[in-house]
C-alpha cells in the first residue's frame, strides 16, 4: 500500500464548476500539505501549502486538511479551461524532509 | 529570483551511456532535491541536500547514480552505464523553508 493515494481520475468538468481533488495517507507523523499543479511535460508549481489540520483558502483554491481522517482536499471553484492540468498533493513528516507523493489527479475543464 | 534551473531540459542518450543533468536552485535556499517521475506517477523522492551535505538517499538511488552539491550552490545527477529503466523526468526542487519550488526538468530518454 502506498503511503498517500489519489485518485489518477481523468476527472472531467464543465467550465464554472467546482472542482474537488482529494488524498488519503497512512503515515500519521505527516504534518506540512502541499498541492502541485503540473502541466504536461513541465515541472510541478507550487499552488497551496497548509500546516497540520485546517483550511486555507487563496484566491479560487482552498486546501483542506482533517489529520484525524489522514484526509485532504482541494477545492478550486469557478473552474477554468486553464486549470486542466494534472494535480498532485504532496507531504511531508518534518521540516525540510523530502516530500511523498500522490500520483496525481488529471483534470479537464471543458470550454 | 529566476526560479529553479534545470540543464539541459531534455537528453536522449543510447544504453550504457552517462550522462549528467545540472541543478541551480533558488539563491539562498540551502535544502535541495532530486526526484524521478515516470508516465502517470507523482516524482519519486532520490536525494537530498542540506547546504553541501547529502543527508538522504533513496533506495532508488543504485550505485549507478550520485548526486553531488560543491560547496552548497549548484547540484549535478550523474547517472553511470544508463538503462532503457532510467528514462524518466528528473526532476530538482530547492527549499529554504517548508514549502519547496521545482525547475521544468530534464527529461531522459535511453534508447
Known amino acids: 500500500q502506498k503511503e498517500v493515494e489519489q485518485d489518477p481520475g481523468p476527472l472531467s468538468v464543465p467550465e464554472g464548476a467546482i472542482v474537488s481533488l482529494n488524498c488519503t495517507y497512512s503515515n500519521s507523523a505527516f504534518q506540512y500539505f502541499m498541492w502541485y499543479r503540473q502541466y504536461s511535460r513541465k515541472g510541478p508549481e507550487l499552488l497551496m501549502y497548509t500546516y497540520s489540520s485546517g483550511n486555507k483558502e487563496d484566491g479560487r483554491f482552498t486546501a483542506q486538511v482533517d489529520k484525524s481522517s489522514k484526509y485532504i482536499s482541494l477545492f478550486i471553484r469557478d473552474s477554468q479551461p486553464s486549470d486542466s492540468a494534472t494535480y498532485l498533493c504532496?507531504?511531508?513528516?518534518?521540516?525540510?524532509?523530502?516530500?511523498?507523493f500522490g500520483a496525481g489527479t488529471i483534470l479537464r475543464v471543458k470550454s | 529570483d529566476t526560479g529553479v534551473s534545470q540543464n539541459p531540459r531534455h537528453k536522449i542518450t543510447k544504453r550504457g551511456q552517462n550522462v549528467t543533468f545540472r541543478c541551480d536552485p533558488i539563491?539562498?535556499?540551502?535544502?535541495l532535491y532530486w526526484y524521478r517521475q515516470t508516465l502517470g506517477q507523482g516524482p519519486e523522492f532520490l536525494t537530498y541536500?542540506?547546504?553541501?551535505?547529502?543527508?538522504?538517499k533513496s533506495r532508488l538511488l543504485s550505485d549507478r547514480f550520485s548526486a553531488e552539491r560543491p560547496k552548497g550552490s549548484f547540484s549535478t545527477l550523474e547517472i553511470q552505464r544508463t538503462e532503457q529503466g532510467d528514462s524518466a523526468m528528473y526532476l530538482c526542487?530547492?527549499?529554504?523553508?517548508?514549502?519547496?519550488?521545482f525547475g521544468q526538468g530534464t527529461r531522459l530518454t535511453v534508447v
Open positions: 526542487a530547492s527549499s529554504l523553508a517548508n514549502e519547496a519550488f
Open positions: 541536500f542540506q547546504n553541501e551535505a547529502q543527508l538522504e
Open positions: 539563491s539562498e535556499h540551502n535544502r
Open positions: 504532496a507531504m511531508r513528516a518534518g521540516y525540510g524532509n523530502k516530500l511523498v
